[in-house]
């Protein structure tokens, strides 16, 4: 697992973990807008981004990486940890092994029930058409289509380039075990109650309804999470795509007082 890191050292540590598939970039336009005020941290998740060579093992070994980092560089804590899909999910693990690791948490559009036939279907359709899918024909198509119809949702330059670089390298075997372990057998485990931070809880409101479900369930066992729908939105569609709108939201939960 690799970090990246932004801002001055010595300013309130926020560590923004990216989706499955993707990478560090996926936060980096954020990462830039929070720098000012924080020291922002962009791991890049085992078997992504430049670490496609590292096996993913599971949600829980990429927590006990991140806590770990965090032990041995930052002193143990940090200020807020947000998370979009897979990188939520974390989220809720480090939550879960270290109740008082944040004061704040962002968690978006990420499962904590397992659906394990969703899995199933998954991998089935991957088998078929992972060549469509993250060849670099593939991933240029893609680009080319965000940026004639949906300009709105299209990347800049640099993370296009960061995008044409890395997701060729992604492998199978990464996104099986991804299915595997985040969508078939991640349960939320009842220590969250234990929790401390102030936690957001995002989903676009054209989410699967078992994120929906998911967000339902961490509500009832933290009862203090704020659930937000973003309105005619997909999945990871702020983090990923809509920096600006991204921000709007999260800036202010992130400076009000705890």
Same mark, same amino acid.
């Given at each position: 697992?690799?970090?990246?890191?932004?801002?001055?050292?010595?300013?309130?540590?926020?560590?923004? @973990?990216h989706?499955?598939?993707q *990478?560090?970039w996926?936060?980096?336009?954020?990462a830039?807008m929070?720098?000012?005020? #924080?020291?922002?941290i962009?791991p890049?998740?085992? $078997?992504?981004?430049e670490?496609?060579?590292?096996? &993913?093992?599971?949600?829980e070994d /990429? !927590?006990?990486?991140?806590?770990?980092?965090?032990d041995?560089?930052?002193?143990?804590?940090?200020? *807020?940890?947000?998370?979009?899909?897979?990188g939520?999910? @974390?989220?809720?693990?480090i939550?879960?092994?270290?109740?008082?690791?944040?004061?704040?948490?962002?968690? =978006? $559009?990420?499962?904590?029930?397992?659906?394990p %036939?969703?899995?199933?279907?998954c991998?089935?359709v991957?088998r /078929?058409?992972?060549?469509?899918?993250?060849?670099?024909?593939?991933? +240029?198509?893609?680009? *080319?289509?965000l940026?004639? /119809?949906?300009?709105?949702?299209?990347?800049p330059k640099?993370?296009? =380039? #960061?995008y044409? +670089?890395?997701m060729?390298?992604f %492998?199978?075997?990464?996104?099986?075990?991804? #299915?595997?372990t &985040?969508? !078939?057998?991640?349960?939320?485990d009842?220590?969250?109650?234990?929790?401390?931070a102030?936690?957001?809880?995002w &989903?676009?409101?054209?989410?699967?309804?078992?994120?929906k479900?998911?967000?339902a369930?961490?509500?009832e066992?933290?009862?203090s999470?704020?659930i937000?729908?973003?309105? %005619?939105? $997909?999945?990871?569609?702020?983090?990923?795509?809509?920096?600006?709108?991204?921000m709007?939201?999260?800036?202010?939960?992130?400076?009000?007082?705890?």
């Open positions: 697992m690799k970090f990246h890191e932004f801002g001055e050292k010595g300013l309130p540590h926020v560590v923004l @973990i989706g499955g598939g *990478a560090w996926d936060y980096l336009r954020q830039r929070l720098s000012p005020q #924080y020291h922002v962009l890049t998740l085992d $078997g992504h981004g670490e496609y060579g590292t096996e &993913y093992i599971s949600t /990429c !927590a006990e990486k991140i806590i770990t980092y965090i041995e560089h930052w002193g143990g804590s940090v200020y *807020a940890i947000g998370g979009v899909s897979l939520g999910q @974390i989220v809720i693990e939550l879960s092994q270290r109740p008082d690791f944040a004061q704040k948490a962002i968690i =978006d $559009g990420s499962l904590c029930l397992p659906q %036939r969703l899995a199933k279907c991998i089935a991957m /078929c058409c992972w060549p469509m899918l993250f060849s670099k024909t593939a991933s +240029r198509l893609e680009l *080319a289509f940026n004639k /119809c949906m300009p709105k949702m299209s990347l640099e993370i296009s =380039d #960061y044409m +670089r890395d060729p390298h %492998r199978k075997k990464t996104m099986f075990t991804i #299915y595997r &985040y969508m !078939a057998q991640y349960k939320i009842d220590r969250i109650k234990n929790v401390t102030q936690v957001m809880y &989903y676009g409101s054209k989410e699967m309804k078992c994120v479900r998911s967000a369930r961490f509500k066992l933290v009862p999470c704020e937000y729908e973003a309105e %005619r939105y $997909g999945h990871g569609y702020l983090a990923v795509y809509l920096p600006d709108e991204w709007k939201i999260a800036e202010p939960f992130l400076s009000q007082d705890t």
